[in-house]
């Protein structure tokens, strides 16, 4: 792992090792990523233009999902599931206050439940050593700083069109994408719905959604959405260069989870109904915490070997 970033995980998820009761597995690259998904094409020749004098370079068209992003998704506030540790135990503490909460057993009605998730994003790649493709997107994110992911309203600052696509007619047209995300299509004309996972907004951590494991896909959805929209990632998916895309294109992401086990990868929004039996026991997982998750996120990669820089 890349030492600067090692450094701010830690710095985060540091807490007295008296006040730890949340554990698991630290992220293990060999056996934690869903390596045959990379899909590792060469799709033939490629001329991309260039500053003058040169105008223009020849090279190699690549095409790959390269697993670039990690997402805890969390009940508990300053718990890492990528490291195993973080979190405190003692009631009334930031941490308690600041944790992910189901409120289903006390909703009035369906309409009512909710579930928050507390998440953390490290961006760095894990396909540097190959020499072919490279981005400079690095770095991490930690929403229990992020005043905007505590609050609905606070999330609306950074995405002003939310107000076009909060009412019913444009929700019910999630259905749509949530159909073609679960036969592996989503609609990237639709930037606002996350398939079976709902809406993309608001960008918080609050989810309409009692399913913990649906929840915890939005969640780490919404987090991809907003690292976006701030500029932190860049879309490796254009040939000639990476891209900032303030509006995400969906299609361009796949992931799956590596906490509380790990399974099979799909795109964005799949409906939880498809992996989630047995991810998520009473307790403890197989590889860590229940309720705590990590997802493994793969972004498209379709370059041209003279523009890797």
Not at 33 to 46: A, R, S, T, Y
Not at 211 to 225: D, G, K, M
Request: charged content about 20%; some cysteine.
């Amino acid at each position: 792992m890349n030492k600067y970033l090692l450094a701010l995980v830690l710095l985060f998820a540091a807490t007295p090792a008296f006040a730890l009761f949340k554990s698991g597995d630290s992220f293990n690259e060999a056996s934690d990523v869903n390596w045959g998904d990379i899909e590792f094409k060469f799709l033939g020749i490629c001329i991309c233009p260039r500053p003058p004098p040169v105008f223009y370079e020849e090279g190699e068209i690549y095409e790959y999902w390269d697993p670039s992003i990690f997402i805890d998704t969390v009940s508990m506030a300053n718990y890492s599931a990528f490291t195993g540790s973080g979190g405190e135990e003692n009631t009334g503490g930031i941490d308690d206050i600041l944790g992910g909460k189901n409120k289903s057993s006390d909703a009035v009605s369906i309409a009512d439940e909710s579930t928050f998730f507390q998440a953390h994003a490290f961006i760095y790649s894990l396909m540097t050593d190959m020499d072919l493709c490279k981005n400079d997107d690095m770095g991490a994110w930690w929403t229990e700083y992020d005043s905007m992911w505590q609050s609905d309203e606070l999330a609306a600052t950074i995405t002003p069109e939310v107000g076009l696509f909060a009412n019913k007619e444009m929700q019910l047209l999630c259905m749509t994408d949530a159909l073609a995300v679960n036969v592996g299509f989503p609609i990237d004309a639709m930037p606002w719905c996350i398939g079976s996972s709902g809406s993309t907004y608001p960008v918080s951590g609050h989810v309409d959604n009692d399913n913990i494991v649906q929840a915890s896909n939005t969640a780490a959805s919404r987090l991809i959405f907003k690292l976006n929209r701030l500029f932190m990632l860049c879309d490796p998916a254009p040939i000639c260069g990476c891209e900032y895309t303030p509006v995400w294109t969906k299609s361009h992401y796949k992931m799956h989870t590596a906490r509380p086990d790990l399974r099979a990868t799909y795109p964005l929004g799949k409906a939880a109904k498809f992996y989630d039996s047995g991810l998520n026991p009473p307790y403890m997982g197989v590889k860590g915490s229940n309720d705590e998750f990590l997802w493994v996120v793969f972004r498209k990669v379709l370059c041209c070997t003279c523009c890797e820089e």
